[in-house]
């Protein structure tokens, strides 16, 4: 399919924002990067996830608390997507380049890949966000069927009931299966991949050889193939479900919009910034706990927004981004409560198990 366009409006919304936001850091006299918060929480996490992997692997405990500790280790590896390689990826962890790509390839470290994620999420889904056929985020068919214009397979009708079971697992099919199909084919979805360089290729299958060696084979050689094998789906499944909710609750939820574009010109009715906002939806923005564990993006609103500025900005732009959206009477999706998030997903999904 085509690719959409969006207008290109005269003293848009999206300019005065940027003004609003520009004068609010110049104000403040801060960067728009991570600060030392930040950096401390991404030290204290990779700490955390190699002493539980490092006791797991080589001082293997009792069951339960193995258990315990698989889920705690597939928890910190979804909180590290969220707070290091997601800001890292986006430039925002900190002013120095070289600091950014370090923190984005921690994705690598985790089976997974910085070059086919910043296709598919920062180029793709953050320019095209809920338009079915090119954001590859809002396509998980054929288990589920996350907007109205996706044909409806029988399977739908119980989506609601089994949407958490396809939901986890996201973690396992991208690291084993979605990265080589994107690798293969050279596109993610209609659009195609730029070229990759030499290094690309190196660090692509280094990187995937190295988790098969870390997660795979020397589990196995430790520990036992039936061991290993509980151990990395109560790992892999718990990590999926929370990297797939927090998505889903920003996008897929009763209030926000799926547009599409003008059969004939190829065209977005509106423009980009309030494409976005119309798009994408908060939660729980209240809750120190939510936002310092998923990495800010329940301020999900002003990571699609301004996603150059780092997450520990987020609740200070939010206020100024809202009164610009009453100012210009422009909807601000926001849920208070996780909860309450949670109930309109589930109600959009039954909504849409159904013709």
């Known amino acids: 399919m085509a690719?959409?366009?969006?207008?290109?409006?005269p003293h848009s919304f999206h300019t005065e924002l940027k003004k609003r936001?520009?004068?609010y850091f110049e104000q403040v006299g801060k960067s728009t990067?991570?600060?030392?918060s930040l950096w401390l929480k991404a030290i204290l996490l990779v700490i955390s996830f190699l002493f539980v992997y490092?006791?797991?692997?080589?001082f293997t405990p009792v069951t339960w608390v193995a258990i315990l500790e698989c889920l705690i280790l597939g928890g910190l590896t979804a909180a590290i997507g969220f707070n290091v390689m997601h800001d890292g990826a986006h430039g925002?962890?900190?002013?120095?380049?070289?600091?950014?790509?370090?923190?984005?390839?921690?994705v690598n470290f985790l089976g997974a890949n910085n070059f086919m994620w910043k296709t598919k999420h920062n180029v793709i889904h953050h320019a095209y966000t809920n338009i079915d056929g090119v954001d590859d985020d809002i396509e998980a068919r054929p288990l589920l069927r996350l907007c109205e214009t996706q044909k409806f397979y029988k399977i739908h009708r119980y989506q609601h009931l089994y949407f958490w079971a396809a939901y986890s697992l996201?973690?396992?099919?991208?690291v084993f299966v979605t990265d080589y199909k994107k690798y293969f084919l050279k596109r993610i979805g209609p659009m195609p991949l730029k070229k990759m360089t030499t290094m690309d290729h190196v660090s692509f299958w280094s990187f995937k050889v190295l988790h098969a060696f870390l997660f795979v084979a020397l589990p196995i050689y430790l520990l036992g193939f039936t061991p290993w094998l509980i151990g990395f789906l109560i790992y892999g499944l718990f990590a999926g479900f929370v990297l797939s909710i927090v998505f889903q609750l920003a996008h897929t939820v009763e209030h926000t919009h799926f547009p599409a574009a003008d059969p004939v010109t190829g065209k977005m009715e509106d423009e980009w910034a309030v494409h976005q906002l119309k798009t994408t939806a908060n939660f729980a923005t209240k809750s120190k706990l939510i936002s310092w564990w998923v990495g800010g993006l329940n301020f999900q609103i002003e990571h699609h927004l301004f996603p150059k500025i780092s997450h520990v900005h987020y609740p200070a732009i939010s206020k100024i981004i809202k009164k610009a959206c009453a100012d210009f009477n422009i909807p601000y999706i926001e849920y208070p409560k996780m909860r309450t998030a949670v109930a309109s997903h589930v109600s959009?999904?039954?909504?849409?198990?159904?013709?």
């Open 3 to 9: 690719i959409p366009k969006f207008s290109n409006v």
């Open 21 to 23: 936001i520009s004068d």
């Open 33 to 36: 990067t991570g600060n030392y």
């Open 54 to 58: 490092i006791h797991l692997v080589f």
């Open 92 to 106: 925002s962890f900190s002013r120095y380049k070289w600091v950014n790509d370090l923190a984005a390839l921690s």
């Open 170 to 174: 996201l973690y396992i099919w991208w």
């Open 348 to 355: 959009y999904l039954r909504h849409l198990s159904h013709r």
